[in-house]
């Protein structure tokens, strides 16, 4: 089992559950939670999630713009699980974010949702070649 390790600002946190079914029957698991990053995984700079149990954000109690380092390992199965990395060990906190208020939230918010409708329109723009 190859570790990799990651340092980066949370992004977003997310409770993180598994849906089951079972004939006419269904039911959820609750995991602990789905942090996304942005910052280094194994030296690169990209934007990736980690799975983290209930205990470890009991300890934390990491929000928003906190800067985090740690290893964890690539899920084998991505159906399976709704991150992109779980089995986090040395999770360590390097430093605590500021209080995002209202506004900057909204802005957060419009920012994101900006890139994401120039990224579909790029990619709906190369469906047409």
């Not at 954000?57 to 964890?72: A, L, R």
Request: aromatic share 8%.
């Amino acid at each position: 089992m190859i570790k990799s390790t990651f340092k980066g600002t949370i992004i977003s946190i997310q409770p993180r559950i598994r849906l089951t079914r079972s004939f006419d029957e269904a039911s959820h698991t609750y995991l602990g939670y789905a942090i996304k990053l942005e910052g280094e995984l194994d030296g690169v700079e990209t934007t990736f999630s980690i799975g983290i149990g209930k205990a470890a954000h009991t300890k934390h109690q990491f929000k928003i713009n906190d800067i985090i380092s740690g290893e964890c390992v690539p899920v084998p199965d991505p159906d399976m699980e709704p991150v992109d990395y779980y089995k986090v060990s040395k999770l360590s906190v390097i430093a605590k974010g500021s209080q995002v208020n209202a506004s900057q939230f909204l802005i957060l918010i419009w920012n994101r949702l900006t890139i994401i409708k120039s990224q579909s329109l790029v990619l709906s723009l190369k469906d047409l070649r």
